[in-house]
């Protein structure tokens, strides 16, 4: 028998996580379960962009680069976030988007793999991950792209492999790579590996250092609640950034770019892979999110959101059995990461009438309901009325209304 | 005799843009002459990013993309931008930071250009501009960066030359480059241009299809009043659009991002040189400041600036006769941006002691005090009064105090 209203609701008051759904803003009636596409507004980002835009820049105008430190902010943001991803706090900058990030750690990593050309990553990742290499590799002589399904990459990496690249978590399948396995075997032989974090960081538990990892990227605007399209974050292995060359050389990556030199020096350890001049404004909204992760552990956030996740698929399969659901997401929690996905030849429909009805979730082409769990906002109740919704929009047939069938330009 | 204060009150009783002043928040006793390095805070600018925060992200969420239209905004503003640069609203787009845009636009133009391997600039470019032609370079094969002084520029154009890459205000100095001239010199020995028009736009007329330009950037932190480190903008002449490939392939520039394809198709048009996800809450408090230039015209803009840096240029040679200032920029308004640089061998000293008395310009190493004039906001009596505490501080020797001295980290 599936869990009842009143277990979820024990659950909660037995959330250790709990006290941070009010440190969040969210819309009366509003089941929110795509944190992992746009994070929630935090209740102190308001305030902080106000006094950034008013006192900073207002008043404090071109003076604020020194006196509210905004020239440390790329450096300060990227450190809190390495407690978050077992990083040293040296070893991550904020800067630029995932896809700009990617590019320079592709394009460093290979060109310093001498003699070998070929980037291993699996179709289906994140499109822009594949975009990103193929615009890279389209640069570069002798380098090639190869995707192979997740269950043989391991077996791919070979003497000709200069970099494995692979997310973390699939945004899709939610299905999560063993990274410090897939990291040995990387350099067992003589490949480097870059793992996007954008759906991992701030919801499960991740920790490059440990797993050896080489260079990592990763997203502000889901778990980490930066705002819309918030500033990326790039990781650099310590032992490896007096070795790699950003291609993208702009002054703020300079050893000294106040001194407006003609030539291009760059600065030692991660700074060299910022670029240009950073979104202050954006930077500040993000560190606010950031902020928010210093009172949590990784391991009790990471342990709510399988609880959640374990409980969603054990209601849906329950509540919403015979309504052509199949779960794409792996059952076990040890290779998942935050979000479900379940395909329905109807999702996208499904998905309009759920958000119609307060329960926002995602589609993704072609055929997928994705709903994220972002522990400190989500709770066990939510994931009861949740599943509720969705039954009742299935057993109603309410999502067949053809007013579902529009197609908005972002899905 | 120079001009009294009385001249300059009377000056701006004339000033077709006064009433500008009062759309900008600026502190009390502060004469800004920075304009040119950060812009000023538009009076609206917290308001919209107050309702972007609250409502757009905080209520709306993840619906904000389309509801809001979110997905629009670079394209949007972008158009609002071209109205200013002489482009057609589909020839701009804002994306990324100015160094990033310099990447995609320089790597775009040299791949086509084949058979020519020459990226000819300036020495003493703005130092992004030479290090991503730098890393650009490095990159690609047989691809090589020559610098020539400006006034060899014309003559270095030969039929090696894959593109042409200047600022057209030149940051340090405040020349501005004949760029109908420069532009068809380049057409004529086959190469392509590219104009960085970060000290241009918004101060003085620029008219990017009238000189028959090819590719552009520009910044929205300066006179645009975007915010400090807001998005940039590139321009892509509407012939070349199709024929050019971003190295940046991210899925903003797919033609179809949201089918979740796994292969790179560019965007039709200009759509193609979005990399990641941008900023929203940069690009909507950009847009505030791109908005004001609505209701000016760009001729009305640029002849105020043009009066403000004579007036202050004659002020200071008059005023400050003996103290060793020596004028960088050129007297002639027609080869002029919209700011005036006079080298002292202790100008670093003597801008902080400035600073202090309220008057806010700029530092550039080597020996520079540089004032920017945003003729928006900036009076004939802020000239003045800034001319009388620039006289106080070199003829009392204030800025000869220990405490000028103290580099600070950005400068």
């Not at 819309?27 to 935090?42: E, H, K, Q, R, T």
């Not at 980037?119 to 499109?127: A, D, M, Q, R, T």
């Not at 055929?367 to 509720?388: I, S």
Request: one cysteine or more; aromatic letters at 8%.
């Amino acid at each position: 028998m599936s869990l009842s209203l009143d277990d979820a609701r024990r659950l909660d008051g037995a959330d250790p996580l709990r006290g941070f759904r009010d440190r969040f803003v969210l819309p009366d009636g509003v089941i929110y379960l795509d944190g992992n596409s746009l994070g929630a507004l935090p209740a102190t980002t308001a305030a902080r962009l106000g006094s950034a835009v008013t006192e900073e820049w207002g008043q404090g105008l071109i003076r604020s680069w020194n006196s509210h430190d905004w020239i440390g902010a790329p450096a300060r943001v990227g450190a809190k976030i390495a407690r978050m991803i077992g990083a040293d706090p040296h070893e991550v900058v904020v800067a630029d988007s995932t896809s700009v990030n990617l590019f320079k750690l592709i394009v460093a990593a290979v060109r310093r793999q001498t003699g070998r050309g070929v980037i291993v990553s699996e179709p289906g990742n994140f499109p822009t991950d594949l975009y990103v290499a193929q615009g890279a590799s389209a640069l570069l002589d002798g380098v090639s792209l190869r995707v192979r399904p997740a269950d043989q990459i391991i077996e791919e990496i070979d003497a000709d492999v200069a970099l494995v690249m692979l997310t973390h978590v699939h945004y899709k399948t939610g299905a999560r790579h063993d990274m410090a396995a897939i990291t040995a075997r990387a350099h067992e032989k003589g490949a480097l590996i870059l793992w996007d974090l954008s759906h991992s960081a701030g919801a499960v538990e991740v920790d490059l250092n440990a797993a050896g990892a080489d260079l990592a990227v990763g997203c502000g605007y889901k778990y980490l609640n930066g705002g819309p399209g918030a500033p990326a974050f790039l990781f650099v292995a310590e032992r490896l950034q007096a070795a790699l060359q950003s291609p993208l050389t702009g002054w703020m990556g300079h050893a000294e770019p106040f001194q407006f030199g003609d030539d291009y020096r760059p600065a030692p350890g991660v700074a060299r892979f910022l670029c240009g001049t950073p979104s202050v404004l954006a930077l500040l909204a993000l560190e606010v999110g950031v902020d928010l992760f210093n009172e949590a552990s990784m391991a009790t956030v990471s342990e709510k959101s399988q609880r959640l996740c374990s409980m969603f698929i054990d209601l849906v399969e329950d509540r919403c059995a015979g309504f052509g659901l199949q779960l794409v997401t792996p059952r076990d929690p040890a290779v998942r990461g935050s979000h479900v996905s379940f395909a329905h030849p109807d999702s996208y429909p499904i998905m309009q009438a759920m958000i119609e009805r307060g329960v926002i979730g995602d589609f993704r082409a072609p055929d997928v309901l994705r709903c994220g769990f972002t522990p400190l906002y989500v709770g066990y109740e939510d994931v009861w009325r949740a599943v509720e919704i969705i039954h009742d929009i299935l057993a109603s047939g309410a999502w067949r209304d053809e007013r579902f069938r529009t197609r908005s330009r972002v899905t």
